[in-house]
């Protein structure tokens, strides 16, 4: 009767108990998340100035408009698909590296959205920012 009172107690001190070690690993855990934004902009560097300055591209986006029923517009001037490339090249004053902003309308067909996407990169105009209305 002794020995499996004893068989009995050594089976319950043979499990580890791992509730201290999780303990630990939270907090570490915890002190690794609050120290973390301090340390990220250790390296310190200073950029050399320019003379020249920067251009703000920004201030007179082009935008290329097409409606519902097919009609393309650049800012507010009316066009049409074969005269994009020339409307585009006065716009750009002949720069095809600057960003073509696109807002089309949402029934407009993919094969119409296509074909000016084809003819703007026809003409090399590369990069074209597809745009659409945030959702509430």
Known sequence: MIKTEMAHK???LSEINIT????IMLV???VFMAVTPLVTSSIK???P???QQAEDKLKNPIILYLNTDNTLAINDDKLSLENLANALDIKTKGNKEEIIYFH???SVKYE???QVMQKLKENGYGKIALSSKKVD
Do not use: N, V
Not at 20 to 23: A, T
């Open 104 to 106: 089309i309308d949402k």
């Open 10 to 12: 050594e089976e319950e």
């Open 49 to 51: 100035k320019s003379s």
């Open 112 to 114: 119409d959205i296509m």
């Open 20 to 23: 201290p070690f999780i303990d």
């Open 45 to 47: 560097i200073e950029l």
């Open 28 to 30: 570490l855990l915890i």
